[in-house]
């Protein structure tokens, strides 16, 4: 059968030769039609490998397969619908795993937590759904301030990965937890767990897993004020993201570069990069993702002396970054006093660093400029014995972080 035998309404021969290079990914719809053409399962065409079962009665089966072609609203259906039929431990614990990825995809963090510590604690899974399950907990702990858990999960995996020498789920927690160690405020610690990775990456088979790797260095060279290092390794990322039309996380490389640029000053080059990777995100439907560009906008907008304009759209992120991460909420925050203090609403802009202050994580390296601003606020009402004592504390804060 050619190419053009097995093409259809929707699904031109030259399509079908970009599915047989890798270039795309077929949607659930497309799969079906070709099983019928062909006269295989859509279980078979997906993974290679036969199925006892009938897919079109394994929920489950179809529920996975949905979710790993991005149908979310159908993944959700049929994992409910899997865990409705009291099925047995293994496919409960699968269902409650897959349930748990969709929460963490759609920014649902608390809810993720919930779904992703059942699926593991029932022992159920096998060790490659069990490493993807405890990947995304770690993220959700890290996104909700829960440092430490974080830590703690990913030093476990990546000790279960040198004790069974899999150098592909090495590289993997040791770039998941050079990110919260980063976070934690340990950048050396980041770099040597990230220098571990690198010296792997000639084994990694998956794009994505080397796009996370150079992501992961991009933020370190953010954190440590190497601009054009940071904008080589993200853009290192989105061309390979780019290529496998893993355009989500793209759009989050894009991100990190408005992230970057908004860091070093400069609002314009930000603004050119939300744009670029914005329209993807929004289309995704992810309100924390969206919330993240939107906060990223106003800084920006900030920084080009438009404080209407950053307080306006900051007002808007907000509300998803407090559900979904305390420490981007903190960040919010934290702008929008700058903007009130712009104003000369020194009140509000107060009440806005202290809140600030309340979600940032100690070793979180904005929270130095929120003790700053706070200090002088509260000097210039006359509050000096308050202004000193925040000043005192933005101190030890400089000073551990300048031993880490």
Not at 27 to 46: K, M, N, P, T
Request: overall charge negative; charged content about 25%; proline content about 3%.
């Amino acid at each position: 059968m050619t190419q053009r035998d097995l093409a259809f309404e929707g699904c031109t021969p030259a399509y079908i030769s970009r599915i047989e290079a890798g270039d795309r990914v077929p949607s659930l719809q497309i799969l079906r039609e070709f099983s019928a053409r062909l006269g295989v399962s859509v279980d078979y065409l997906a993974t290679g490998a036969a199925m006892e079962v009938n897919f079109d009665t394994d929920a489950l089966s179809e529920a996975i397969l949905s979710l790993s072609l991005g149908e979310a609203g159908r993944a959700e259906e049929l994992f409910d619908a899997a865990i409705a039929a009291e099925p047995d431990p293994r496919t409960r614990a699968r269902a409650l795993a897959g349930l748990g990825e969709l929460a963490f995809l759609g920014g649902r963090h608390e809810e993720a937590v919930g779904l992703l510590r059942e699926s593991l604690e029932t022992g159920e899974l096998l060790l490659d759904e069990a490493a993807t399950a405890a990947d995304r907990l770690g993220r959700v702990y890290s996104l909700l301030g829960e440092t430490e858990s974080a830590i703690g999960l990913y030093e476990q995996w990546l000790e279960r990965a040198h004790q069974a020498e899999d150098p592909l789920a090495t590289a993997r927690f040791s770039t998941l937890l050079a990110n919260v160690v980063l976070d934690a405020g340990n950048p050396a610690r980041a770099e040597e767990l990230l220098g571990g990775a690198i010296a792997l990456a000639e084994k990694m088979r998956d794009p994505v897993d080397v796009a996370r790797l150079w992501w992961s260095q991009s933020r370190l060279h953010t954190f440590r004020e190497q601009p054009e290092l940071a904008d080589r390794y993200a853009r290192r990322a989105i061309s390979l993201l780019e290529s496998t039309e893993h355009t989500g996380f793209a759009a989050a490389a894009y991100q990190l570069l408005a992230h970057a640029a908004n860091d070093r000053g400069d609002g314009e080059a930000a603004l050119k990069y939300i744009e670029e990777g914005y329209p993807v995100v929004a289309v995704s439907g992810n309100r924390y993702h969206e919330a993240l560009f939107r906060l990223e906008q106003a800084r920006a907008h900030m920084t080009l002396g438009d404080a209407e304009t950053a307080g306006t759209v900051a007002m808007g992120a907000i509300p998803a970054l407090a559900d979904a991460s305390p420490v981007d909420a903190g960040r919010g925050y934290a702008l929008l006093a700058q903007v009130f203090r712009s104003m000369d609403d020194a009140p509000r802009a107060i009440e806005l660093y202290e809140l600030a202050a309340e979600n940032l994580p100690p070793a979180d390296r904005y929270l130095i400029e929120v003790y700053t601003g706070l200090g002088e606020l509260l000097e210039e009402q006359g509050r000096v014995e308050e202004a000193l004592a925040v000043f005192k504390h933005g101190l030890r804060l400089r000073g551990a972080e300048r031993r880490s």
